[in-house]
């Protein structure tokens, strides 16, 4: 099989089920956002060898982003592909995990500001892809719509890489960067 088809050669994809539409097309930006977002959660989990038990996390919530992607690109009303499915317990394993780690966190005090370790930088960045992704996915909502999983997910996943680059910042021993504002006189 080869990887080029020459079919998107006019500016058009197929989504599962058939339907050609643009690939501006507000569906294709959504899983588009959430494949970056993937390859962000890739890079994050390569910067943390140290921490073996979140980089099997971050693998796990690889998965369930292929999933959610495969969700977003099919057409709703003539896909006959049985696809996998996001649930409740995907989002509670992310509530647990966030509980776990903020358990042995200080408490915030300030905002904090993105940096003091490379990890730390990749996961804020990472957090802000999947909050583009959010947005896009709720935007597709107005639309069509979409499993309100897929959104709740979402929204605790940027959640979680928010604790998790807390997370790095204490276990890397880093410095939390906190943000205080400059106020004129």
């Not at 599962?16 to 993937?38: C, F, M, Q, S, W």
């Not at 073996?52 to 992607?69: A, H, N, P, S």
């Not at 696809?83 to 358990?103: F, G, H, Q, R």
């Amino acid at each position: 099989m080869k990887i080029y088809t020459k079919k998107g050669d006019t500016g058009t994809t197929q989504l599962i089920g058939g339907t050609r539409v643009p690939k501006h097309h507000i569906r294709i930006e959504a899983y588009g956002t959430v494949d970056e977002l993937n390859s962000n959660i890739g890079m994050l989990a390569d910067l943390m060898n140290e921490l073996k038990l979140e980089k099997d996390l971050l693998r796990i919530i690889q998965d369930r982003l292929f999933t959610l992607g495969s969700l977003l690109a099919a057409d709703p009303e003539k896909n006959n592909m049985k696809l996998p499915t996001i649930k409740l317990a995907d989002v509670e394993l992310l509530e647990n995990a966030i509980d776990a780690m903020d358990s042995q966190l200080p408490a915030m005090t300030h905002f904090i500001l993105p940096g003091g370790n490379i990890a730390v930088s990749q996961a804020h960045i990472t957090r802000c892809v999947c909050r583009r992704a959010e947005r896009m996915i709720t935007h597709l909502n107005e639309i069509a719509e979409v499993d309100g999983l897929i959104i709740q997910y979402l929204n605790r996943l940027s959640d979680y890489l928010f604790t998790l680059s807390r997370f790095i910042s204490k276990q890397f021993n880093a410095e939390e960067i906190k943000w205080i504002p400059k106020m004129e006189d």
